[in-house]
């Protein structure tokens, strides 16, 4: 009967092996929740996730389009005033502008204005700016990784990751998805997914005005993509309650509060600037999706006030598929800038491949368990002493198997390699142990044992701690695999160290006593 007092640590240690097999195995069992930059894809027999690198997929990382000024120092009602001249000087969307009293910042998110050029405009505006970079804020680079996540989900693709990551010293979103190719990812994202409606009427002049009276920031409500009875695609939508009232009374201004009729369609225009008639036009990234009249009953409701207390209306479009598009964009909202797929770099690999890699990763880690094997028997030439380390060095694996299917991480070749690495530092520990236990003469006592597992676990400790800090910074700064390597070998030297490596010690003593006698 084993004292569970004196050998804790084995208890402890198949106690845990017992919690992984659950992580593992047991459907539904894992309850946390890690991100990374690649994305998960469940195994079928285990609760183990894959990457791309292992399941298939698409990584691309692309850098956000923009230049961005410093140290302009702009009051913040002034903010609105000052991006508005830009635009004007720089000729460029509104949108394209960012001005930002908090940061100090002035950023402009297209190519067609260069460094020098912005620097002018703000000199010409009266600012003296700092330093006039290539690339975005922090705060932007954090908004582009919300919303492209948000498109990833409202588009379907489950398993979608995004990542802001440093490569080649400037900063890029990493978006990963599972069973898609380069062209479908990047079919969903190089749409910006601007969403504005005008109202287009003829002036006193006979030239034709356009005026913009919704975008999609002045919605609450976001329908489905459907057809209603005449069979027209489109998307229900409400306003919010703020923008309602001066929706309803910028249209009644136009001249729509007694309906309208429109006799030209979205399929003839690629431009708001080519419209005439007494339209409302729903654009989706500067194309008409949608151009049509009022009917006599809404623009009753603009007239009367009603319209305000229910903001509801249907935005249709001239196909499915762009009432799919203008949901999608409505949901996920527009990216604040655009992405740079001309100076990106993206991995697609098919799942026949990543099946093919992760067979020969098992390949490679059962090569490795019998390479450390015949090393550890060829140097003790004990079964009784090399059998237990090899064991031992195994859970050690297992054990991190069941962390990494617990908290959903997502195994790639880095964490192959790190797998591996942890293999060969756990066996060298345990060489550590037994050398200094059994190199040193016959252990007569527990108390001599004790003296000396003391001395060799102040040596593996000290290791661990170098390997630790070694690998820490990797660990936070965004080198992509590198990041999932150090990750996993830092959680493995910490299993070992605390767990794996003082049940070897309790296996070793109960080994050696019972050859010697206490």
């Not at 890699?357 to 390949?363: A, D, G, R, V, Y």
């Not at 040193?440 to 003391?454: H, I, K, L």
Request: proline share 3%.
């Amino acid at each position: 009967m084993i004292d569970v007092r004196d050998n804790w640590r084995l208890v402890l240690l198949a106690i845990l092996i017992v919690l992984a097999s659950v992580a593992l195995f047991v459907p539904g069992a894992p309850a946390g929740s890690a991100d990374d930059n690649e994305v998960s894809q469940a195994d079928s027999s285990t609760n183990l996730q894959y990457g791309i690198q292992l399941s298939g997929g698409t990584r691309v990382r692309a850098p956000p389009v923009g230049i961005t000024a410093e140290e302009v120092s702009v009051p913040i009602e002034a903010e609105t005033e000052l991006a508005q001249s830009l635009a004007n000087r720089l000729d460029v969307d509104g949108i394209d502008i960012r001005v930002a009293n908090e940061s100090n910042t002035v950023e402009v998110f297209t190519k067609d204005v260069s460094q020098d050029e912005l620097r002018s405009a703000l000199e010409a505006e009266g600012y003296d700016p700092g330093e006039v970079r290539a690339g975005v804020t922090t705060q932007t680079m954090d908004e582009m990784v919300e919303r492209v996540e948000e498109k990833l989900t409202e588009s379907a693709l489950s398993g979608g990751s995004v990542q802001k990551i440093t490569l080649g010293g400037r900063q890029v979103i990493s978006i990963t998805a599972p069973d898609r190719d380069r062209s479908e990812l990047v079919d969903i994202l190089e749409e910006r997914g601007v969403v504005r409606i005008y109202g287009v009427t003829q002036a006193d002049n006979g030239t034709y005005q356009r005026v913009q009276v919704l975008n999609q920031d002045e919605f609450s409500r976001i329908g489905s993509a459907t057809t209603n009875q005449d069979g027209e695609p489109g998307v229900q939508v409400t306003i919010d309650e703020q923008s309602a009232e001066d929706f309803q009374q910028e249209m009644v201004d136009l001249g729509f509060g007694d309906g309208s009729t429109c006799s030209v369609a979205a399929a003839n225009h690629d431009s708001i600037d080519t419209i005439e008639g007494q339209c409302m036009v729903t654009t989706l990234n500067g194309n008409p999706v949608f151009v049509g009249g009022v009917e006599e009953d809404l623009g009753e409701d603009f007239r009367s006030g009603d319209f305000a207390k229910s903001p509801t209306f249907t935005m249709t479009t001239t196909s499915m598929e762009e009432a799919r598009n203008l949901e999608l964009s409505l949901k996920a909202g527009r990216l604040p800038a655009p992405l740079d797929f001309e100076n990106a770099d993206s991995l697609s690999l098919s799942p026949a491949l990543a099946d093919r890699f992760k067979t020969n990763s098992l390949i490679v880690g059962i090569l490795a368990v019998i390479a450390v094997s015949l090393v550890v028997y060829w140097r003790y030439r004990r079964p009784e002493v090399a059998a237990p380390m090899v064991v031992t060095a195994m859970s050690e694996v297992y054990l991190l198997l069941g962390f990494v299917a617990f908290v959903q991480y997502p195994l790639n070749l880095s964490h192959i390699a790190g797998f591996i690495a942890v293999i060969g530092t756990g066996v060298d520990d345990l060489v550590i142990i037994a050398d200094e236990i059994l190199q040193q003469g016959d252990v007569a006592t527990g108390r001599v044992f004790e003296s000396r597992f003391r001395k060799a676990f102040w040596v593996i400790g000290a290791a661990a701690a170098t390997t630790i800090v070694a690998m820490s910074p990797l660990t936070v700064l965004s080198l992509g695999d590198l990041s999932g390597f150090a990750i996993i070998t830092i959680v493995g030297v910490l299993i070992g160290v605390f767990i794996t490596r003082p049940a070897y010690g309790d296996i070793l003593r109960n080994l050696v006593l019972a050859r010697g006698g206490d």
